[in-house]
Nanobody, 126 residues
Framework: QVQLVESGGGLVQAGGSLRHSCAAS????????MGWFRQAPGKEREFVAG????????LYADSVKGRFTISRDNAKNTVYLQMNSLKPEDTAVYVC???????????????????WGQGTQVTVSS
């Protein structure tokens, strides 16, 4: 049974930093891409960042480029999302997800992802 267990998140002032972790278990994730998505109240779920397990190539949404960094630790089967220079508009529930990616592509669309974590709240105060 695949499990994606997240930790991190919380309340932070604008300009601050937070780090999310997503611990994956239940299968070999070689050939998979991991993504972070977020959903704010009244808005659709949006892609934030993604990374491939094998090569470690990354992709970011324009809104977080230069502020957020996604990384992975293969030995720990864990993906991280370091969020710096946070803004109030970054307030959302953040969720990690896993998608098959035999060609090493990173998907922006949530429908491409098969497994999802439970989500953690990030609130950025102004």
């Amino acid at each position: 049974q695949v499990q994606l267990v997240e930790s991190g998140g919380g309340l932070v002032q604008a300009g601050g930093s937070l780090r999310h972790s997503c611990a994956a278990s239940g299968r070999t994730f070689s050939g998979y891409a991991m993504g972070w998505f977020r959903q704010a109240p009244g808005k659709e779920r949006e892609f934030v960042a993604g990374i491939t397990w094998n090569i470690g190539n990354t992709l970011y949404a324009d809104s977080v480029k230069g502020r957020f960094t996604i990384s992975r630790d293969n030995a720990k089967n864990t993906v991280y999302l370091q969020m710096n220079s946070l803004k109030p508009e970054d307030t959302a529930v953040y969720v990690c997800a896993a998608a098959k990616s035999p060609l090493g592509l990173i998907w922006r669309m949530a429908i491409q992802y098969d497994d999802w974590g439970q989500g953690t709240q990030v609130t950025v105060s102004s």
